[in-house]
């Protein structure tokens, strides 16, 4: 183990006998071309707070980066600070995207080592960052394209659930002070909870190597509510299956292109995405959809547009499905989610209400999607014909098609 900080000392393990039980998703790490522009849109759009900086002002000499903050949502927004970091050869390659989805377990070099063993791919050796109040333990594995896993393990005044009650997220962290959109953000929240799940892109025929490197390396399952035969329609135009931890707590679709009338949005992404593999939405969770798509348009979010033939016909296909399966109708006001545009889709175990933005930077790469779970676990494959058909305008509009 190398040491950033002062000394070396074994951290306070805690015991379990599954070095792999993922405890949360620690953060999500983008590597962004100005983070602290970045920083202002994800305030301004998304209602983050800008909760902590380690820049050059906490003696950060490499890298600046900014912890955002939403419900149990962490994002970190990171930038080189000189021309050969390894954040600006990124950034030069794929634009604005995501790097890491980190994962908080008890002990980071335990799973470390264990995912190695399983047959995963080193991206980086653990590391300590340690100061008077704490310990922070992080070591990386590499996924699909240049994304990676970091396994974060945490101690002393570094615990998630200290962090979560505000307390530093790490060394060389420091409060963002000041920052007037965060009394604002405060004040209207988004509503924005917790990450739901997480999707990568891969090549044609790719798609199933992943699943079994989930499987294999990260010791996922295939999620059962979803595979591929579900999607087949004939707008199908992706392939997609989910893996999910043991405990469900994290899930990681993954898609492919599959040949359809019209370029696959898929592979519309492996080309801005210089031909790499990639994290293509990060879904996050909200009790009240109608509120925060509300708020989000309101702060100048740009959703998909969903042509309005799409809610002719949805009432009648989630109503059905609903009632087949003993459910009660959806209770959201009908005339509202069709004003403000969410998709609504149902299964046996209930219904969701969904809606995806737009990409969040010039290239059609990375988007959000804001979900609400009323039962139903599962994607929305019901939306998918309606989807394709929104994407496959903006593709046309983007000269994609
Ligand atoms: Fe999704």
């Not at 979900?371 to 994607?379: D, E, K, P, T």
Request: hydrophobic share 35%; charged share 25%.
């Amino acid at each position: 183990m190398t040491t950033a900080g002062n000394t070396t000392t074994v951290p306070d393990r805690q015991a379990t006998a599954d070095p792999l039980q993922l405890i949360d998703v620690d953060h999500v790490r983008f590597y962004v071309g100005n983070a602290k522009q970045a920083a202002y849109f994800y305030a301004q759009c998304f209602g983050f707070r800008v909760d902590q900086v380690a820049d050059l002002t906490t003696g950060e000499r490499e890298t600046a980066s900014y912890l955002l903050t939403q419900g149990n949502i962490r994002i970190l927004l990171t930038t080189g600070l000189q021309h050969d970091h390894p954040a600006q050869r990124h950034v030069q390659l794929y634009g604005d995207g995501v790097k890491d989805v980190a994962l908080n377990v008890f002990d980071a070099e335990k799973a470390y080592e264990r995912a190695l063993s399983n047959g995963g791919n080193s991206a980086y050796e653990p590391v300590e960052y340690k100061d008077e109040h704490g310990t922070v333990v992080m070591a990386g594995i590499q996924t699909y394209g240049e994304v990676i896993h970091s396994f974060v393990s945490r101690h002393g005044e570094y615990h998630l659930p200290k962090v979560k009650q505000g307390g530093v997220f790490m060394p060389r962290f420091r409060k963002y002070e000041q920052f007037a959109l965060n009394d604002y953000n405060e004040k209207n929240p988004c509503g924005l909870k917790y990450f739901d799940h997480c999707v990568g892109n891969v090549e044609l025929g790719k798609m199933n190597e992943w699943v079994e490197w989930y499987e294999n390396v990260l010791e996922f399952k295939l999620f059962k509510h979803f595979d591929d035969k579900d999607i087949s329609t004939e707008y199908s135009a992706l392939m997609s299956k989910v893996m999910s931890s043991g405990n469900h707590l994290v899930k990681m679709p993954i898609n492919e292109p599959a040949e359809g009338k019209k370029k696959s949005q898929i592979q519309e992404f492996l080309d801005w995405h210089n031909h790499t593999p990639g994290v293509q939405h990060i879904a996050f969770r909200t009790d009240d959809e109608l509120h925060s798509v509300a708020e989000l348009r309101r702060r100048g979010v740009d959703f998909l547009q969903i042509p309005d033939s799409y809610y002719d016909i949805v009432w009648q296909r989630v109503e059905k499905t609903l009632k087949e399966h003993g459910h009660d109708s959806v209770r959201e006001d009908h005339d509202r989610i069709r004003d403000l545009g969410i998709l609504v889709d149902a299964d046996d175990e209930g219904y969701l209400l969904q809606l995806f933005t737009k990409p969040l930077q010039d290239r059609p790469t990375l988007f959000f999607e804001i979900i609400c779970r009323r039962g139903s676990q599962s994607f929305g494959k019901g939306n998918f014909k309606a989807l394709f058909e929104a994407l496959e305008l903006e593709q046309e509009k983007r000269g994609n098609l």
